[in-house]
């Protein structure tokens, strides 16, 4: 019989269909995984690599349940409901949060539901704002000193950190303050370096609990704090996803840092902050306040494990600044400096330029500011979020109606509104000329107060013709050497005053110039009649100067002693209203603009 018969082959295919159709859809098969991007970058010269740049997360993503709430919407989210009372189900530190989302209110459920929907309770402040959306997602680290912060935290900073769930205080030395644990950041620094730098001999005597520091002398520790503290503010919280280093006079916008970070992916390597430069050096300002994500860490712990010891440690005591060593830092882990400039600001409402490119932008941090100033700005927050949730963003043009708009009048003395833009001197001699020509003018009008009054107190009397003429003689001998000396010296002076003037083309550049450094209001007219002028400032120093602004500024009082020169500051309101309404005409949705 043939090997092939028809019954066979027949046979074969069959049986090969038959598997091939289980294989296909009767067994069960891994479904296909999408793969996370690889945020990496080519390994340092001359070390392999042993292992990923970017070590696996220390903790897993899942997605959040779903929670009714009381008004019958569906909503995919922790945050809290618009009766200000939080959602049913908390965020655990763990897991990541959802998106909210809200559907249609659900007929169903409330025809079903025999009994009216329950009041919401009254939640207690501290816990309402520690349990917002993103907080558990985000710590919180403040870099301070003994000298600096003493055994009391400054009351901005307070209540910044009462609705803050993780928080850290690293200080040069161990203890306790205001119920929070003080972290040494120096601790772990190898004895060699420190016999190697004098200021560890402070470092020394800071340890002894009734020792009271100098800030000069504490200052020269402050440097050596940000590498060490870096990495143990990691080791303490590896599954935050956020950290933000701040300075005891940051002043941090709570519900602004959330919605940003809940912009951001946390797996993506992010060094952030408002920009600065030390040589060829871009770093982030530290009173601005630091964000570095949870990718950032994991690569900056790798390095530092590696390097710190034999390299940085050496770096950081010949550089000047602690700041500017971590952006190195960074640089050797891989990890890019993106600016966070106008969120993080190193301004205070009084100094910043108020124009439009900060207008529609959410403010996040201000740095410096007075005890005064930190307190409105805690109260303003507390009552923006009341009103309008923790989704809402405070933006700059908000803060300008509080901070900046009730200081604006046309003309303030003893203020100085910082106007740089345009500056206009006297002329050489000018207050001299101007101040002899003022008592010139007042002796004249005493002169002819007098004249006036002798004609109205005594009638004249009759005099005999011999008497009238010897009269007149005397008075034309007696008033002929005063007229030349009051009428001599004035041309003169108006010869030297032309001459010195025929040196400028002042056709050219108009009478108004000419004469705005001679007094305020002639500042204010030349405000007034430049169509880009926002403000301006006068000072009789010297021949006295004008300054001009284009941009908005508040500034500041200008305190002077007695004989010391006066700043006089004024704005042109009605163009400052006319310019702030067309740029919040762009502000339908804030500007983030961070890397976008």
Same mark, same amino acid.
């Given at each position: 019989m043939p090997l092939f018969t028809p019954s066979r082959v027949v046979a074969v295919v069959l049986t090969l269909t038959l598997m091939s159709f289980m294989w296909t859809y009767g067994l069960p098969h891994q479904l296909a995984q999408p793969a996370l991007p690889i945020i990496n970058h080519d390994s340092p010269q001359g070390k392999p690599i042993t292992?990923?740049?970017?070590?696996?997360?220390?903790?897993?993503?899942?997605?959040?349940?779903?929670?009714t709430n009381t008004l019958g919407e569906v909503a995919v989210t922790s945050s809290v409901a618009e009766t200000g009372a939080p959602a049913a189900d908390k965020e655990d530190e763990k897991t990541s949060t959802?998106?909210?989302?809200?559907?249609?209110p659900s007929t169903e459920l409330s025809s079903k539901s025999s009994t009216p929907a329950p009041k919401p309770t009254p939640v207690d402040p501290k816990k309402f704002c520690r349990d917002v959306k993103g907080a558990p997602n985000v710590m919180v680290i403040v870099r301070t000193s003994k000298a600096t912060i003493g055994d009391k935290l400054p009351t901005?900073?307070?209540?910044?950190?009462?609705?803050?769930?993780?928080?850290?205080?690293?200080?040069?030395?161990?203890?306790?303050?205001?119920?929070?644990?003080?972290?040494?950041?120096?601790?772990?620094?190898?004895?060699?370096?420190?016999?190697?730098?004098?200021e560890f001999q402070e470092y020394e005597k800071l340890q002894a609990a009734d020792y009271q520091p100098k800030e000069s002398q504490a200052k020269e520790l402050d440097k050596w704090k940000f590498l060490?503290?870096?990495?143990?503010?990691?080791?303490?919280?590896?599954e935050v996803r956020f950290y933000m280093f701040i300075e005891p006079?940051?002043?941090?916008?709570?519900?602004?840092?959330?919605?940003?970070?809940?912009?951001?992916?946390?797996?993506?390597?992010?060094?952030?902050?408002a920009p600065t430069f030390l040589g060829d050096v871009r770093f982030a300002q530290r009173g601005s306040g630091i964000l570095l994500s949870n990718g950032a860490l994991r690569q900056y712990v790798k390095a530092y494990d590696e390097r710190y010891t034999h390299d940085w440690e050496a770096r950081v005591g010949k550089e000047c600044c602690g700041d500017m060593v971590l952006a190195t830092a960074m640089r050797d882990a891989h990890v890019e400096f993106y600016s966070a400039f106008p969120l993080l600001q190193g301004e205070t409402p009084s100094s910043l330029d108020w124009t439009s490119r900060h207008w529609c932008v959410p403010m996040i941090s201000w740095h410096h500011l007075s005890p005064e100033e930190n307190e409105q700005l805690w109260g303003l927050q507390k009552n923006w979020t009341s009103r309008n949730g923790w989704e809402l963003p405070f933006?700059?043009?908000n803060a300008f109606e509080h901070f900046a708009e009730p200081h604006l009048v046309s003309m303030k003395e003893d203020w100085d509104n910082i106007s740089s833009d345009t500056k206009v001197e006297g002329q050489e001699g000018g207050q001299e000329t101007k101040a002899k020509e003022e008592k010139e003018k007042q002796d004249k009008e005493e002169d002819k107060e007098k004249e006036a009054a002798a004609g109205t107190k005594k @009638? #004249? =009397? !009759?005099?005999? @013709? #011999? =008497? !009238?003429q010897e009269l007149k003689a005397t008075t034309t001998a007696e008033e002929a050497p005063k007229e030349t000396a009051a009428e001599t010296p004035k041309p003169k002076s108006t010869e030297a005053s032309v001459s010195k003037r025929e040196t400028i083309d002042w056709d050219k550049i108009g009478e108004q110039v000419k004469d705005a450094a001679e007094s305020a209001e002639t500042c204010k007219s030349l405000c007034e009649r430049a169509e880009d002028c926002l403000q301006w400032k006068y000072t009789d120093k010297g021949n006295g100067e004008c300054h001009l602004g284009k941009v908005i500024r508040v500034g500041r009082k200008a305190e002077r002693k007695e004989g010391e020169p006066r700043w006089t500051s004024g704005w042109m309101v009605d163009r400052i209203q006319k310019v702030t309404k067309e740029w919040s005409n762009d502000c339908e949705k804030p500007k983030w603009k961070f890397n976008q």
């Open positions: 292992e990923p740049l970017i070590p696996a997360p220390a903790f897993d993503t899942q997605t959040e349940a779903k929670a959802a998106v909210p989302t809200k559907a249609k901005n900073l307070k209540k910044l950190l009462a609705c803050v769930p993780n928080v850290a205080i690293f200080s040069d030395h161990t203890g306790k303050i205001d119920d929070y644990e003080v972290h040494n950041a120096l601790d772990d620094i190898r004895e060699t370096t420190k016999t190697a730098h004098e060490p503290m870096v990495y143990k503010a990691y080791k303490m919280k590896p006079d940051t002043s941090l916008s709570w519900t602004n840092t959330l919605q940003w970070i809940g912009r951001l992916d946390y797996r993506i390597p992010y060094y952030s902050g933006l700059f043009r @009638p #004249e =009397e !009759s005099v005999k @013709p #011999e =008497e !009238s």
